[in-house]
């Protein structure tokens, strides 16, 4: 992607080149700032050691922080002038970074906007201010329906279900109880702490035949026929098939993970994680799609960007390094390692990826995802989380509780774009 870069004394130096360097070709250090998620960590140290290999003047630091703890850390280390040079962020937090001052824009000389567009996933267009890219992604992420093999072999579920309905049958095969009927093993997982708030939005009020938001996200759409109906699904799994529980072992991936959860849906991040347990076995399928065989999905992804900080040396390095971690290469690992999958068709698209039973449904996934514009994904999945909260203990109607819900967010949008 980087032209004028590329050829610089940084790669491919002699060794006479190299001992007559004036003092200004001096070697440089550049920071790198990230979550900390071990997969990332563990995909991001090889691609920090690849580039490394490729560029000997060039030394990549990286720092990873617990994730509660990183937005503020980011913030204060900036303006500061320490900290990364290189900032991953997640794509929802774009415009706060940029009205704080904390990355600069990526030259178009270097990353043009249209050879941008044409390589990457559409959604990552959503990084582009004023006909310029300030951060762009090694990987985005989908949602798949997670499913554990032994358990669907014990309910004699022979496939993984491909409509809601079938869903809800599988849930009910796999489900068990004890002597006094308290759930022991619950068919399907739920849970608005984790993804579920993704799929209710994009996934379910889509297939119910509604959009959740208008005015590209700026208005709250949900609190309709579509909405109740894909309401009265998602209770409905806890109330009237009883295949569920919210809070079930505390966390849904907890309880799929000690395989007390037939089905789980989650992201394609979660995978690294999973084939760290010894004895799990389980299985991955697309979405369900709804009873006339439409299909839905929610993606997201983070990105990374060049910070205010990085100046000179440091900043041609820095976008040296962007470019490197936003090659087919470094997708390709990201996806071997971390289990995200690769933001270009390129890469994810191949026949290899595609098909791949384990990546493969996450990756068709895309070809119908949706991504939502948060202001403050905290605060709107919490009104969500709210939104069910009333439902399940407080007995309130369907129609109301979407109402309620829809008002706080809507606040929540107009106080943020005003």
């Not at 610089?8 to 002699?14: C, N, Y």
């Not at 949900?222 to 699904?233: H, P, R, V």
């Not at 076995?281 to 990105?303: C, H, I, M, Q, T």
């Not at 119908?368 to 919490?382: D, G, I, L, P």
């Amino acid at each position: 992607m980087i032209t004028h870069l590329k050829g610089l004394a940084f790669a491919g130096m002699t060794s006479l080149a190299a001992l007559t360097a004036p003092a200004a070709m001096a070697d440089v250090e550049i920071e790198y700032w990230q979550y900390f998620f071990d997969a990332r960590v563990d995909a991001m140290s090889q691609l920090i050691e690849k580039f490394e290999a490729a560029n000997p003047g060039i030394t990549v630091k990286m720092s990873h922080f617990p994730y509660a703890d990183y937005r503020t850390k980011v913030a204060a280390a900036i303006p500061a002038g320490e900290g990364p040079d290189v900032v991953q962020l997640f794509y929802g937090w774009l415009n706060d970074y940029i009205e704080a001052d904390l990355i600069q824009p990526l030259p178009t000389a270097s990353f043009d906007p249209a050879e941008v567009d044409s390589e990457f996933f559409p959604m990552v267009q959503a990084m582009k201010r004023d006909g310029q890219y300030y951060a762009l992604p090694t990987a985005v992420r989908s949602l798949a329906l997670f499913y554990n093999e032994r358990l669907f072999k014990e309910a004699g579920i022979e496939k993984a279900p491909e409509t809601l309905d079938e869903l809800v049958e599988a849930a009910k095969a796999c489900t068990k109880v004890d002597g006094a009927g308290n759930l022991t093993q619950v068919g399907f997982t739920t849970g608005m702490n984790a993804q579920d708030h993704h799929w209710f939005r994009e996934v379910l009020v889509r297939q119910f035949g509604g959009d959740p938001y208008n005015d590209d996200y700026k208005t709250v759409n949900y609190a309709t026929d579509a909405g109740e109906k894909a309401l009265a699904f998602y209770t409905g799994l806890e109330t009237e098939h009883k295949v569920t529980k919210a809070g079930f072992m505390d966390e849904p991936q907890a309880a799929f993970k000690a395989s007390r959860a037939c089905m789980h849906i989650d992201g394609s991040f979660r995978i690294g994680s999973l084939n760290k347990i010894r004895g799990l076995k389980w299985g991955v399928a697309e979405l369900p799609a709804n009873n006339d065989g439409v299909r839905a999905n929610y993606s997201s992804y983070w990105v990374n960007a060049v910070t205010t900080k990085a100046e000179g040396e440091k900043q041609e390095a820095a976008l040296k390094f962007m470019d490197y971690i936003t090659s087919d290469e470094a997708m390709q690992i990201w996806l071997d390692v971390v289990g995200e999958l690769p933001a270009k068709p390129s890469v994810g698209m191949t026949d290899s990826n595609a098909n791949d039973p384990v990546f493969g449904p996450f990756i068709r996934g895309l070809a119908y995802a949706n991504t939502t514009k948060f202001a403050n994904e905290s605060a709107q999945r919490a009104e969500l989380m709210q939104m069910v909260e009333r439902v399940f203990l407080q007995d309130a109607e369907l129609m109301d509780s979407l109402k309620a819900a829809a008002v706080a967010e809507q606040k929540i949008l107009d106080d943020y774009y005003k």
